[in-house]
């Protein structure tokens, strides 16, 4: 490597992932230790579901909160965690990994 070489794809062949993309791992993983009871219960409290009768259980999805302020208000641990499991393939929300480690891996 030269000191002019770019970077990302050293990061790419290491797995580390930018910031924005280390956001968008880490707040699904949030979301299936909340429903797995692992993670703290003041961040399980903040999630609301979508209650659909005809969908399945299999395909749960959060409720997304409506915001004054896209700029502080969008960040919010319920509102940023809704969009990002609600954007998720179904593959991955759909099957039940019997581990966090699982679903990591579901998850790159």
Sequence with gaps: MYMYDRITPLLRQFYWLTALERIQFKLPVLVYKCLH???????ADEL???VDFEASASLLSFNVRRTRLSTIGDQAFPVATAR???SLFHHVTLSSAPSTCVFRGRLM
């Design 37 to 43: 009871g692992t993670a703290p219960s003041y961040l």
């Design 48 to 50: 609301e579901y979508k």
């Design 84 to 86: 990002t499991w609600n």
